[in-house]
């Protein structure tokens, strides 16, 4: 194993933005890789956030359990050194919305209340999205916060929450609302401090649905820090030697070869796909990451 | 012997529901039971929604019948002929456009009027995004009128992709949740005038300001009128899974992830007296065995480097393996079939392959 580099220069950890989006389609290792990276920017000695979308269904977190726990709560705690976690909830994000409008918390809870406003708010279309909105932005706020983790489960809902305030802006240009989606919209537009992070695999279909997901978030002017290309296989060919074995393979009429040639075709095509669009970086395939101590360092940039 | 199970489900059942997490592969694997199951039925059709190019290209669609989705599509004979599926067998597939299904929906239950107005607000747009479990509600009418219809032998249905297997299971509820949450009763014609008395809108008026505040009012109103038809088929959906002629099987790889995720769905489907019927580990890693005689006339440091290649394949057969073995010893009462991690380039031959490690027998 190569030493590791003090200055983490090249590591995807050394580039992480203050608010990171960790974006990517289900089964890609999205979870694991923001659970190590949470890990690594703490142990940086950065104060660190780590946050997820609370799962309705009651279902335990699957990040949380990384940590020993069954879910996170609503309010951030700490859970190791420099580490803190939280679960962003749509009606959380309702209420402290209600609150910050309506000044007084005894006129919040008296609307809220109102089970006709409350039914209102967990049915109507876009007020869910627009309650984890608001307690997302809580927490972006919170400058003693030096780096920010969002685990974004499903893909549709980092495009819905990043569409929201494009969508609602239009319908309600001015008032309560319009302000802190112009506020939220600065801290997600932002390119200094905040990169979405699309995690992919390398196989042709993921590495295109990779690409969509970049395409759409570049769209809603979404800063795109980079893929990151996550269970790269062990490649200790040069491109000569893969050339070589390329030609071997294709004589061969049994095609032993096959299988360990096609996974390294595989790396280099996603690999050459990818950085073809933005910045790489390239996450080994290893047995357990989140137990390797200094996996979240060994994510490195990718230079073609 | 192992596999007389999931024979006996595709001889006997009327519909397959094929769930699993995110990137098991559950669309090829459904698509390969689909094709299997031609060499039994005559007529067999295997839904899906957003089918990866290669199988699209597999099956002999053109892009665009793919963006529309709408009604079955009859494998050509080309493809069959290719596909290996007999002459008088035919498949037909079909790919969900959810837009599509509750257009129809629409059109059967409102007015024109009403569907016009509906479909004009910014909310009716945003609707299948913003609206969980839409997907899922418009594959099972899909399915049900498919079914209702007995145009098919067999239907094979690969669920929406999701965060969880379990949550086509909870469709029913969030969507029954969702109609009965009293936003559109609020807006109920009957009961306006009553709540109304009781509750001042302008609060709400004052907050979303006189725009979104109209906007979302006439959306519910009108999306009101659909409750009742979706409440109904709400309520046939939960008893859907149970039904004799209905099997529910579960997609998942070795990876320790898809596993936990598989012993979740499990867990969920006991407590809701949906049975399991099968178990599909997908993507498992085979044995590599070079033969390195083949390779005599590279040089040391290569033969070197792929021997190490090879040891990391054989941990990741190793690891599988070990997988797939605690899979077996947790559902002794399912069948667990395992099916090849495959290297192929082309959709043809992954799917035949597909086919023929969940049905062992030559086409």
Redesign the interface.
Known sequence: MTPIDHSHADSLVGNLKRINLISGKGGVGRTTLAATLAKASAKQGKRTLLAELEDDSGWDSSLARYFGRKHFQIEPHEIDKNLHAVCLSASVGQEKFLNGFLKLSSITQMVLGNQGIKWFLDGAPAFKEMGYFYHLLQQLKNTDYECIILDLPATGHLIGLARLPNVLLKMMPIGPIAEKLKEGQSYFYDKKQTAAWVVTLPQSLPVSEAIELKDSLTKENIPVGGYVLNRAPFNPFTTEEEAILESMSSKSKTHKLMIDLERVRRLREAEKRLSDSDQVWVAPETDNPFEEESFGFRVQKFTP | MSKNSLHKLISEKRCIIVCG????GKTTTAAGLALAATRVHKKVLVVTIDP???LAEAFGFSQKSLELGGEPILLSSEAKQKLGIAPDAALSVGILNPKYVLQQVISQTLSQEQADRLQKT??YT??S???YGLQEYTAYEWVTRMIQNGDYDLIVLDTP????A??FF?VPDKVKN?ME??????FAPKKRSW?SA??S?S??EK???H??YH??RM??ETFALLRDRILERCDLLSRFFTQHEVAVIAVS?P?S??M?ELD?LDHFLRERKIQLEGVIVNQVE?T????LE??NT?NDD?QA??K???L??QKRVE?AQLSIQKCRARYPLLEVVTAPMV?EPDGFTILKQTANSLYPLPF
């Open positions: 997490g995110g990137g098991v990866a190019k290669r910014i909310l945003q609707l995004e913003m609206v992709p999701s965060f969880h379990k949550d909870l969702l949450s009293r936003v559109f009763q609020l709540f009781v509750m809108f609060w709400i907050l979303l300001g725009k979104l906007e979302s959306f519910l790889t990876e992830s898809a936990f979740g085979q590599n065995s070079m033969d083949d390779l590279l290569l480097k792929l190490q290649l090879e990391h394949q690891k290297y």
